[in-house]
């Protein structure tokens, strides 16, 4: 290994370690404002079930303000009442399931109308009383949806984000420890870095794919969850909550959408493969390969093959970051007429002389080849991609 490649890996090391390190905080955010959602959701239904509802008295309601240091207003309404249970007299200030300053709509201005109403009127207000300890008592039981919908957008955002990144660090951490040995017993042939690469059978990499739909499906729906309780009564009573909560869960059922498809193409072709006559491919040399899918291709579809080589370059850092992709070079064949299950779909063509070979050590300048497989069917559609090592070796293949 030169000093290039070995200053190369151990960059590519230090960066993943930083990249695991920075996507920490994000994850714990989102995990963390996901729980504070299902917190106040159970946590009010366990009040509204198992704690008494007693009438309580307003002594005393403020509605305070706090001016943050960027300029914004957040208000906060303070309150205390007296309430009697059991021939006891109890006092409480706590007003709601999670205290705080807020500006997320008019609940806390309204609040504080209606409490001081109370007070002045000296008509007495609902209170539900700890019976376990009559010393605990809330005013308002009830999750507000407008803070559900804050967390839950916080919580998907960063959750995404912080749990995807620190995913794919590991991922990538497993992939290195799995190719380093490889690598060292093969230092002059990158085309058996990759255990996928071993044989000329290549295997469709949908396994991935499915766990990856699979986990954000089900982190949406539990980041989510509680909300669609909520949208019957944000209906109800109006106003312009009504169409931020709808368009949150409309875009929840697109993505959900999106993952359900891919999940239903991944079990539906799982087994798919593609055979060739020898791996790796060679620039100017044939490419021979056998096409193989579990599913039946009926007669009035088009199955679409291709070979492509495809050139991708990233440039800036940060936010700034871009990857543009091009293809360089495709070879296309068509199939039509009824395909059975296990059929052998021949695919022939010759490689050109000047084609580059796979990218394997430049992650910001790479050329990818990938054997593709399209066509429009009824249900989910085919869409199938191997990825294909090329270099620069071995002897001359004839036709």
Request: glycine letters at 10%; hydrophobic letters at 40%.
């Amino acid at each position: 290994m030169n000093f290039t490649t070995h200053a190369r890996r151990r960059g590519s090391i230090k960066g993943g370690i930083f990249l695991a390190l920075f996507s920490l905080p994000f994850a714990a955010v989102g995990v963390g404002m996901t729980v504070w959602l299902w917190r106040d959701v159970m946590l009010s239904r366990e009040i509204k079930n198992q704690w008494r509802p007693v009438p309580a008295v307003v002594k005393d309601v403020e509605l305070e303000r706090h001016r943050g240091s960027k300029g914004g207003t957040t208000y906060e309404t303070t309150v205390t009442y007296a309430y009697t249970f059991e021939g006891r007299t109890y006092e409480s200030s706590r007003l709601g399931l999670s205290g705080g300053a807020d500006n997320i709509g008019d609940y806390q201005q309204k609040l504080y109308a209606e409490l001081s109403h109370s007070r002045e009127t000296e008509r007495p207000v609902e209170c539900r009383v700890n019976p376990a300890d009559p010393t605990q008592a809330v005013l308002r039981p009830d999750w507000r949806p407008e803070m559900g919908l804050f967390h839950a957008v916080f919580g998907l955002v960063f959750g995404a984000v912080g749990l995807g990144l620190f995913s794919g660090c590991v991922a990538g951490a497993i992939s290195g420890l799995r190719t380093a040995p490889l690598k060292r017993r093969h230092p002059q042939e990158p085309w058996l870095w990759r255990s996928e690469w071993q044989s000329p059978v290549l295997l469709a990499p949908l396994g991935r794919k499915l766990v990856v739909a699979t986990a954000v499906l089900a982190w949406v729906h539990i980041v989510t969850a509680p909300l669609w309780s909520a949208l019957p009564a944000s209906w109800a009573t109006g106003g312009a909550f009504k169409w931020v909560l709808s368009g949150m869960l409309l875009l929840v059922l697109v993505v959900s959408g999106f993952c359900v498809r891919t999940i239903l193409h991944a079990r539906k072709y799982r087994g798919a493969r593609v055979e060739f006559d020898a791996l790796p491919l060679r620039p100017g040399g044939l490419c021979n390969a056998r096409l193989y899918l579990p599913q039946t291709i009926s007669l009035g579809a088009t199955l679409e093959l291709a070979l492509v080589c495809s050139h991708s370059v990233t440039t800036g850092r940060g936010k700034q970051r871009t990857t543009n992709t091009t293809k360089i070079w495709t070879h296309h064949e068509t199939v039509t007429g009824l395909i059975g299950p296990q059929q052998a779909i021949p695919f022939s063509c010759r490689l050109p002389e000047s084609v580059p070979v796979t990218t394997l050590d430049y992650p910001n300048d790479v050329h990818t080849w990938t054997f593709e497989a399209t066509a429009d069917v009824p249900g989910v559609d085919l869409n199938l991609k191997f990825e294909v090592p090329v270099f620069a070796t071995g002897a001359r293949q004839t036709s």
